[in-house]
């Protein structure tokens, strides 16, 4: 039969194309199902084009200081179509990249929607596709509004980062709802080249999954640069118009309107579980409207496999890597090493980025662990002032008795790449010492890590 | 040159063994193929044999200890050869990492080694400094991370499962935060005078445990049951045992075993294996037979059930049952059975279900032979009646298929002399 494969994914995101590579590489014939462009969310309107917006963003904001350095470009003068154009071309050829990946793993890419049915198959428009080893459901997630404040997607006054990212031109004004990784890398963006951005942010501070320390520098930073930050803040009322958008927010009892040319909606993402045929194969959600699934990430039907986002939290493409990883290779009867989400990194990549793994203090303390904080900022550090780049620190829960590294959080320009030492250190159950001990090239940013596990055991130098 | 003794792989599926007894001491001259020691695997008591001459040196594990297959348990050194155990010269480069073939699964391996090797263990840092830190012997655990590394989870598992004078490390999962025992505890904590006892899983009760969650939970069982006249049965053996006189016995096992035996080759829909992707039916008949064994049970295998007579099904069976509960059995002797059967006959059981053996796709569950009052010819009278229930993996056999073949057995039990069709 020409429509049979080991395994069938649904989905050609980061969880479903890593999936598919892992399962080819272990020798079994695979075929990926996929609507839209290969790679998902993250490569064509997520991860991938906000990075070369957020770069173009640094360069806009690089040479605003050029004088202080040194050089003189002239006047300046941004174009928000241009570097969209770029972060388009950055897309595309990550799709492309892919596509590549696919053809060199002689993987079967079916165009088009699928849909789930008993027995491990998947038909998509006439043909009916069926699995000998299990189907991966690999849909992920997608952008929502808030309809219940009258804040639907209408695609020109309020949009999403889907809309966001193909804008020809910076809007004059914008409100970000959220700030989450979304609404603050937006925020970064958008200001950079030119919007009057604010920030409405209904819990008590920006990143609020993200250690206070972290969301008072970030909160510093954007003030400090112009960008209106309004956290702790409830929208009672929009009133969506041709041109503007008003927003009532109720700021701690003090009432308040933000009017703007555009609202960019980045709170929360809706599951894609709808008209899949779940319900059909007797696959169970959780409450949250995940797909619920056990420890292998099998679904409640034998055989039906969810992986990435539409398992559940963290959406992060880097999750959805692993966990395509480690189902393949449980199908091919491998045992692969358990995923601990407990040391899954976390990266906001807006400038200063901020990247963290592990427990917040505030978590250390709700779980009465006896632990000591070291901490490192940069503005100590002699590469960090040699790029002026001396915004934020490196910050060490240690446990007090064993060592342990709890948790570690990074507010600097290269924290995205900086936590890594802190995710292999907690993978292999270093202790802060095994940290330290490492010699650090100097002068380095990293050397500020080693600083900090120094200083949560009270032997700090530069400092 | 000293060689490594590693503990062995000495059955297909053990992770770990626990040396019941050495049978040489540190310091006696031993000669390859002398047992070492006897090793408790999650299936029997097997021997562990020397790979090389010389006097064993630096026994590392007591008795009584548990440690993972591959770890350095002791050192064969040629008599008066030194072993490094005080300061010479110091050990060549390759000494280190050559000590490394002891990880799980490798291939025993003459190694030049140095006591610091004899005895290392793999662990990670913390494991390391929280081992420190309480007083635990990293050497007495199994490492459950990479390549067979102790981590935390192992020093909290073992804390748990010893007396909890090991205090779990630092992050405990949410809202369990560490409560003190009241007194560093003597090991009578449960004890039998106390309101619990902590028994520790032997392996075999281990491997138990692992093997069925993998039949009842996954394997779709349905079960049929029949009852079946056993009187010409008894009469026959009767017959059969005053024929044999002094030269044994044959039992209603027996005469169970060997018409299953003959009826599985009528059909051999239920003489089969369920295997992913295929069923694999068998032409020979491989009949497991569970024997209870202190602490758990176990299925050695009468081979070629279906071609051995009554007396030679009684010998086996026999022999096996006793190699069975001395914990003697070879590997090969409980592997491969094609379908099994299980008498609960000896403790009055009318009867019962048992749970399929995968990847079997059956198994018989015998009860007792009990006189009972039935009707005949219209007439009530009392026959001795047996209850047989078979458990079926609806993957291979569907209700007709199971009944089809246990209606067979009945008539083999109820008339023997179908048995010779």
Redesign the interface.
């Given at each position: 039969m020409a429509n049979q494969f080991d395994v069938i994914i649904l989905g050609g995101g980061p969880a479903g194309y890593v999936a598919a590579i892992r399962s080819a590489q272990l020798g079994m014939s695979t075929a990926l199902i996929e609507k839209e462009k290969l790679g998902g969310v993250c490569v064509n309107i997520g991860c991938i084009p906000t990075k070369a917006l957020l770069h173009s963003a640094y360069v806009a904001n690089l040479l605003r200081e050029a004088k202080e350095f040194g050089v003189e470009a002239g006047t300046l003068k941004t174009d928000y179509g241009v570097a969209m154009q770029r972060s388009r071309r950055v897309s595309d050829q990550n799709s492309k990249g892919v596509e590549f990946l696919m053809k060199k793993n002689k993987i079967t890419v079916v165009k088009g929607s699928g849909t789930l049915q008993p027995g491990r198959k998947v038909k998509v428009g006439n043909d009916v596709y069926e699995a000998?080893k299990a189907v991966l459901i690999a849909t992920g997630t997608r952008v929502k509004g808030l309809p219940q404040i009258g804040l639907d997607i209408n695609k020109t006054t309020v949009i999403s980062s889907d809309e966001a990212l193909f804008l020809e031109k910076a809007p004059p004004s914008l409100a970000i709802v959220g700030a989450g990784a979304v609404g603050m890398e937006f925020a970064n963006i958008f200001h950079a080249f030119g919007s009057k951005v604010t920030l409405i942010e209904v819990l008590p501070r920006l990143l609020p999954l993200e250690d206070a320390e972290a969301s008072d520098a970030l909160t510093k930073s954007y003030k400090k640069r112009g960008i209106d930050v309004l956290a702790g803040a409830k929208l009672t009322k929009a009133t969506v118009g041709k041109d503007k958008v008003v927003l009532d927010v109720d700021v701690s009892g003090a009432k308040q309107k933000v009017e703007a040319t555009a609202v960019l909606m980045a709170a929360g993402r809706a599951v894609n579980t709808e008209d899949i045929g779940l319900k059909e194969c007797g696959i169970q959600l959780t409450d949250r409207g995940f797909i619920k699934v056990d420890q292998n990430l099998q679904t409640s039907a034998?055989g039906y496999f969810a992986i990435g986002d539409v398992a559940g939290p963290p959406m992060l493409a880097h999750k959805g890597f692993r966990e395509g990883v480690n189902v393949a290779e449980l199908l091919a009867g491998k045992k692969p090493?358990a995923i601990k989400y407990d040391n899954v990194p976390s990266v906001t990549y807006c400038h200063p980025e901020v990247a963290s793994i592990g427990?917040t203090e505030e978590q250390c303390k709700?779980?009465?662990?006896?632990f000591v904080v070291g901490r490192f900022p940069f503005s100590a550090n002699g590469r960090a002032r040699g790029t002026g780049e001396t915004e934020g620190f490196v910050k060490i829960i240690r446990?007090?008795?064993?060592?342990?590294i709890?948790g570690a959080h990074i507010v600097g320009a290269q924290a995205s790449e900086l936590i890594h030492e802190l995710a292999v250190a907690r993978e292999?159950?270093?202790?802060v010492?095994?940290v330290e001990l490492a010699i650090h090239a100097h002068p380095t940013m990293s050397e500020a890590v080693a600083e900090a596990a120094l200083d949560s055991l009270g032997r700090v130098v530069h400092l | 040159m000293p060689t490594n003794v590693y503990m062995e792989a000495l059955s297909p599926t053990m992770e770990e063994g626990r040396v019941v007894k050495w049978h040489k001491k540190e310091g006696d001259p031993v000669t390859t193929g002398d047992t070492l020691a006897e090793v408790e695997t999650d299936k029997a008591v097997m021997d562990l044999v020397a790979r090389a001459d010389g006097v064993l040196r630096q026994v590392a594990v007591a008795e009584g200890e548990t440690v993972a297959v591959g770890k350095v348990v002791a050192i064969i050194a040629a008599p008066g050869e030194a072993t490094g155990a005080t300061p010479g010269p110091a050990p060549q480069p390759a000494a280190a990492p050559a000590a490394r073939s002891g990880e799980r699964g490798a291939v025993p391996l003459a190694a030049p080694v140095t006591p610091p090797d004899a005895t290392r263990v793999k662990a990670s840092p913390l494991a390391r400094r929280i081992a420190k830190e309480t007083g635990v012997d990293l050497k007495l655990l199994t490492g459950s991370g990479p390549g067979g590394r102790v981590v935390r989870r192992d020093l909290e598992e073992a804390g748990r499962r010893e007396k909890g004078d090991v205090r779990p490390a630092a992050v405990q999962p949410a809202a369990a935060p560490v409560v003190p025992l009241p007194s560093p505890v003597s090991p009578a904590v449960g004890g039998r005078g106390g309101a619990y006892e902590d028994v520790p899983l032997t392996q075999i009760r281990k491997t138990i445990a692992k093997r069925l969650v993998t039949s009842l939970g996954p394997v779709p069982h349905f079960f049929l049951t029949t009852e079946v006249d056993m009187e010409r049965a008894a009469e026959a053996r009767d017959a059969l045992n005053r024929q044999l006189g002094d030269q044994g016995k044959v039992s209603f096992n027996d005469v169970i075993l060997k018409a299953t035996a003959l009826a599985l080759t009528k059909h051999r829909a239920c003489n089969a294996w369920f295997q992913d992707d295929h069923i694999r039916y068998w032409n020979e008949v491989h009949l497991g037979m569970a024997v209870a064994v202190e602490d758990g049970l176990i299925t050695p295998v009468l081979r070629h059930a279906d071609a051995k007579s009554l007396a030679e099904i009684n010998r086996e069976a026999r022999e096996l049952a006793d190699k069975a509960r001395s914990r003697r059995l070879q590997p090969a002797e409980y592997t491969g059975a094609t379908f099994s059967v299980s008498n609960l006959g000896m403790f009055d059981i009318d009867q019962f279900t048992a749970v399929i053996n995968p990847p079997e796709a059956g198994i018989l569950a015998v009860g007792t032979i009990t006189p009972k009052p039935v009707a005949v010819d219209g007439q009530v009278v009392t026959r001795r009646r047996l209850r047989l229930t078979m458990s079926c993996d609806h993957r291979v056999i569907d209700g007709a298929t199971g009944a089809a073949f246990l209606r067979t057995l009945k008539q083999m039990l109820e008339n023997p002399l179908a048995m010779l069709l």
């Open positions: 000998k034998p090493h427990l709700e779980r009465k662990v006896d446990d007090k008795r064993y060592g342990e709890l292999n159950e270093y202790t010492e095994e | -």
